[in-house]
């Protein structure tokens, strides 16, 4: 089964175990009070706890966006969430995942030599967003496993 869209959209999401490294939540004060941000439950040495995209005042220039394969609700089937702060991101998760060449980098970084072999994972993407159109996509965490 496939999730397009952040629990805050995607209601589904709140009723069934999700991502557990990559997180969804709105800010809760300051400046940024109300934007959905992604915090990383256990940051590694050299990255950030939480990841917001670009303020909702502006238009978006920067997302994040969760990629989580995770075991599904039937042990015999998993589900594939794609997840971003903002529908951009969210856009750019399904693209990452249908494109060859970043498919390929997943994979490598899983240490993964074909998509069936896929365990559990969790991913972090950075979305570099123009003129509402996302046109780069990076991988900044990974996270394997099934906690």
């Known amino acids: ?4 869209g952040s629990p805050a959209e995607n209601l589904t999401l709140l009723e069934i175990p999700g991502t557990h490294e990559f997180v969804f939540q709105r800010v809760n004060s300051g400046s940024r009070k109300g934007d959905m941000e992604v915090i990383n439950v256990h940051p590694a040495a050299g990255e950030s706890q939480s990841f917001l995209a670009s303020p909702s005042s502006q238009s978006v220039s920067e997302d994040y ?5 995770k075991p599904g609700l039937d042990p015999g089937h998993s589900m594939l969430i794609l997840a971003g702060t903002t529908t951009v991101g969210t856009q ?4 990452y995942v249908c494109r060859e060449d970043s498919l390929a980098e997943l994979l490598l ?3 993964v030599s074909k998509a069936g072999d896929l365990k559990p994972f969790e991913a972090l993407l950075r979305v570099k967003v123009t003129q509402g159109v996302p046109v780069k996509t990076d991988l900044v965490a990974l996270r394997n496993g099934n906690r």
């Open 1 to 4: 089964m496939i999730f397009i």
């Open 65 to 69: 966006a969760v990629v989580g394969l």
């Open 92 to 95: 750019a998760a399904a693209e």
């Open 109 to 111: 970084r899983l240490g």
